[in-house]
């Protein structure tokens, strides 16, 4: 079922792509979004999370420009620090598009269109995961390996799995905000994301050490 609210905050950063399923933690400083995190203990605890773009550094403190499409989260857990600061856990709930920005506020917001939930549970998307499997194996011998199926112990649905992986493999930041953009298509991205790093590793003539790592 996907969120209700049209008006949500964003929280751009130039390094984190959440995706839904997963939970991050966030250390929130900034005055304008400690406010945010104030504002959104009072209404439905969910926060936007979008990629900045581009030259972000140059217009940082005011609006600098960001992708379309993110990923919201509604707070699991919140701690207020005794300066005002927080720390929080953000779990992934849906993707979103953003439509328009709304600045009225410090932070801010944006009304979005709610992405549709991915369909899971056929038989294809299992030998995709096998496949990923296959690749992570190649690109990382026995850690690969270990990866996944340490990851399918849990006995996640496959859309989890796939999202588990794109956030957690050492990606850089724009692999992965292709990856969030791909929707119902990421299991397939992910896999051809994997396939090229194993045909770029075979060019350079590496073994299978160096691959993408399971980030912290």
């Known amino acids: 079922m996907l969120p209700s609210p049209s008006l949500i905050p964003l929280f751009p950063l130039p390094n984190l792509v959440l995706f839904p399923g ?12 400690r406010m945010m995190v104030a504002d959104v203990r009072r ?16 217009d940082y403190y005011a609006c600098p420009e960001i992708y379309s499409i993110g ?20 779990q992934g709930i849906a993707e979103f598009r953003v439509e328009r920005e709304i600045r009225e506020r410090a932070y801010r917001q944006a009304h979005v269109e709610w992405c549709g939930p991915a369909v899971t549970g056929s038989v294809a998307e299992q030998a995709e ?24 112990e ?11 992986l794109c956030f957690h ?10 990856l969030l953009e791909a929707l119902e298509d990421r299991g397939p991205r992910l896999q051809d994301l994997l396939t090229f790093k194993v045909q770029e590793r075979r060019s350079f003539g ?6 993408p790592s399971l980030a912290q």
């Open 22 to 33: 997963v939970v991050v933690p966030l250390h929130v400083f900034e005055p304008r979004y």
């Open 43 to 58: 209404s439905n605890s969910m926060i936007g999370m979008a990629l900045l773009k581009g030259d972000w550094q140059a």
């Open 71 to 90: 990923c919201a989260g509604r707070v699991a857990k919140l701690e207020e620090l005794p300066d005002g600061r927080f720390n929080l856990l953000l």
């Open 129 to 152: 995961t096998a496949e990923i499997g296959r690749l992570l194996t190649e690109l990382m011998g026995e850690e690969g390996e270990q990866i996944l199926k340490s990851v399918l």
């Open 154 to 164: 849990l006995n996640l649905p496959q859309w989890h799995v796939v999202n588990f």
């Open 169 to 178: 493999l050492d990606f850089n930041p724009l692999e992965k905000q292709a």
């Open 206 to 211: 590496g073994g299978q050490s160096g691959g």
